[in-house]
């Protein structure tokens, strides 16, 4: 689209749509919710604690990595930039059906989705006015982002939307002209940089008024996010829809840190800037237990295989229980678990993600009530068991099954029962000075994690 042609869609739909639902949004939303703390938002994040990822776009159909064969170069990538781009030209998932994902979703224990509408590449699977490279430009047709937001709408399901700042395919991001490998993180020194801006902004509206009920805006701003003006967006979404939370990736703290395909080892604090996809910035983490006030809210987001998107070469996939494991950490550390799938070209799920969910969903349907709207535990940093904790029960979340008799360290508080969560039946226990000594005997483990209720009085 030329610059011209844009300017003029852009007038016209500032000046009449945004007003309009933005008024009528603060309206309906207490100003008191959008202070951040122990809010409506955070609320509802931290009750959901799991949730689904969605990678898919035109890239699903070549099983390649979203939009990074067109960003770095490398001599491995099975596609080059002009048949990753002739993608959008064939792209047809016709069956796609959004009910099947949500029900998915529903069995394998996922509380909310976060779904791409543009990755890096600039590819969006929304009908926007402001870009012809597009879903509704395929040969499928459809507004797949209206689909899928009428059929969460449909069933109460929240739906965030997934947004990447860097965009390959915006002119005003980078010099189009040249190849993208040296101008992928973007070139905010041209006149033209502010364009870009402008452009985040009309998609961000469009997204946060066409859409209903956004629930976050999932920002991928890679590195140098100083650039995006991050409050800006901040400002946008707060105005537009006062309880879509924000994660932390356009240069701002946000509601909540991203670590990306790890896990911290312990529970983060406010100010620290979690994001990215390197452990090893955290390592020199505080081991102590915060208050609730200084504690950071967080969603580690993580692949099933390897790679994001669909990719049919990619058979490393982590089990069941490893990921059941997994997410036994990330809750006992107070994290959300947002676990990603690639649909195939089709729009259908691959079995090896199917069985895994339906796995993790038997998990949670038994152990649900040690996970959902939960927060970390009084115990941490102990070999073969993690906690999570509400109100006066703890959970124990037991990864190394002992033989007879469990012992977990006390916090101080009188315990009044000990049950399985999986049967409810009692565990008989004593407690002394060091803890509480549990008689496990006869107890059949789970393989992945056993849940035993502590409550105190
Ligand atoms: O959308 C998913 C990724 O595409 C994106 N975030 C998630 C949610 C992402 N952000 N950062 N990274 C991925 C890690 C980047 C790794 C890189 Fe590379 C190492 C980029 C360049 C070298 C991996 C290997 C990608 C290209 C080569």
Excluded at 217 to 222: H, Q, T
Aim: hydrophobic share 35%; with cysteine.
């Amino acid at each position: 689209m030329k610059m011209d042609e844009w300017n003029i869609r852009r007038r016209r739909f500032l000046t009449a749509a945004i007003s309009a639902s933005a008024a009528s949004l603060l309206m309906r939303t207490p100003l008191n919710a959008m202070s951040r703390g122990n809010n409506m938002r955070m609320r509802n994040f931290r009750q959901r604690k799991f949730g689904m990822f969605v990678h898919w776009g035109p890239y699903s159909q070549a099983s390649v990595e979203a939009s990074w064969p067109i960003m770095v170069k490398r001599d491995d990538w099975p596609i080059t930039v002009p048949e990753y781009q002739d993608l959008a030209t064939t792209f047809n998932p016709v069956n796609f059906d959004p009910d099947e994902w949500l029900d998915l979703a529903r069995a394998a224990g996922h509380k909310y989705m976060v779904f791409t509408t543009k990755h890096h590449d600039g590819y969006c699977m929304f009908d926007t006015l402001y870009s012809d490279y597009k879903i509704t430009k395929s040969p499928y047709g459809k507004d797949i982002v209206k689909m899928l937001s009428d059929a969460c709408a449909k069933r109460d399901f929240p739906l965030g939307f997934y947004y990447s700042p860097p965009d390959m395919n915006h002119p005003g991001f980078r010099d189009m002209s040249k190849p993208t490998y040296d101008s992928w993180h973007g070139q905010p020194e041209r006149a033209e940089w502010s364009s870009y801006l402008d452009y985040m902004e009309l998609q961000l509206s469009e997204l946060l008024t066409r859409y209903g009920t956004v629930d976050t805006i999932w920002f991928d701003g890679l590195w140098g996010m100083e650039k995006y003006n991050g409050q800006r967006f901040i400002d946008l979404i707060h105005r537009l829809q006062p309880a879509t939370t924000v994660n932390n990736r356009i240069g701002t703290e946000g509601d909540y840190g991203t670590p990306e395909q790890f896990i911290p080892q312990h529970i983060p604090r406010r100010g620290i800037d979690l994001t990215g996809t390197d452990p090893k910035r955290y390592e020199s983490m505080s081991q102590e237990i915060p208050a609730i006030e200084d504690f950071m809210d967080w969603e580690v987001c993580m692949t099933i295989n390897d790679t994001w998107a669909y990719n049919v070469n990619d058979h490393k996939y982590k089990s069941a229980d490893e990921l059941i494991r997994s997410s036994v950490e990330i809750f006992s550390r107070g994290g959300n678990f947002l676990l990603n799938i690639g649909p195939r070209p089709d729009g259908t799920i691959q079995p090896e993600f199917r069985e895994r969910m339906l796995a993790m969903g038997k998990w949670m349907s038994i152990n649900g009530e040690a996970v959902y709207d939960t927060l970390y535990g009084p115990v941490q940093n102990q070999e073969g068991y993690r906690t999570t904790a509400r109100e006066n029960h703890v959970f124990v979340h037991v990864l190394d099954w002992p033989k007879g008799k469990l012992n977990v360290r006390g916090w101080g508080k009188k315990i009044a029962s000990v049950q399985l969560l999986s049967d409810k039946r009692p565990l008989p226990f004593v407690q002394n000075d060091d803890g509480i000594v549990i008689d496990v005997a006869g107890v059949k483990p789970d393989s992945a994690a056993t849940v035993i209720k502590v409550s105190t009085v």
